[in-house]
């Protein structure tokens, strides 16, 4: 059992490049969540999927768009990458059901040069 | 600004002992609470919850007590045990949509 699948694991960028954070989940979750974590500050969200077909900004929107791309998959895209989105990237997903946990996966360290 | 504060970045307890890790925060519109743990190269993962309506849940070793009007709530581990080094976070929600995380407590308990 996957549960919640992020890829890459690692990425080094230059400052003005593009990337998409890939993230699958395999319970049948309805609610997909991409967050940010930083050294002291938490984990803060970025933006979330409520249900397959829509999409909302979070905390720190700004930067980054993102795709629910059907029920599975929830990526997000940095279209021009600067040293300040360097962090670790977290997609997490749940049923959507109030007072739900969420599921995490393995996260990806970002470097941006 | 953040509404969820883990004031003590670390913590370190003996093997046996008592570990409590403690989170304040300043929304009263938040109505339920979770802590998550997570270990070096994973992803958090859900630890132990409690709801706005009750002022503690237990399960095993874990217990959670939330005073509303402090605005505190507060995790105990008994006994700890090596394996219980991680870093802790704690969470409050208002929706799923709107989870807050605390800045983390890295626990340490020695053999």
């Known amino acids: 059992n996957a549960g919640v699948t992020q890829t890459p694991k690692f990425q080094v960028l230059k400052t003005g490049q593009s990337m998409t954070l890939q993230c699958a989940q395999d319970?049948?979750?309805?609610?997909m969540y991409w967050y940010r974590q930083d050294p002291g500050m938490g984990l803060r969200l970025i933006y979330y999927s409520a249900s397959e077909g829509t999409t909302d900004k979070g905390e720190v929107p700004n930067g980054y768009n993102v795709s629910r791309l059907n029920k599975r998959e929830f990526s997000l895209r940095l279209e021009s990458a600067a040293p300040s989105q360097t962090s670790v990237y977290f997609c997490a997903s749940s049923e959507g059901r109030l007072n739900e946990k969420l599921f995490f996966g393995s996260g990806t360290q970002l470097s941006v040069l | 600004d953040q509404q969820v504060k883990q004031n003590s970045p670390s913590l370190s307890v003996q093997e046996g002992r008592i570990s409590i890790l403690n989170c304040d925060y300043t929304?009263?519109?938040?109505?339920?609470f979770l802590w998550y743990k997570k270990y070096p190269a994973e992803g958090p993962t859900f630890l132990i919850s409690?709801?706005?309506?009750?002022d503690k849940n237990e399960d095993g070793r874990f217990t959670v007590f939330l005073n509303k009007s402090a605005k505190h709530l507060s995790l105990h581990i008994v006994p700890s045990q090596p394996g219980d080094s991680a870093v802790y976070f704690c969470a409050a929600a208002v929706d799923n949509n709107d989870m807050r995380f605390g800045a983390g407590t890295r626990l340490t308990v020695k053999p």
């Open positions: 929304n009263s519109m938040f109505d339920y």
């Open positions: 409690i709801s706005s309506i009750k």
């Open positions: 319970m049948n979750h309805n609610s």
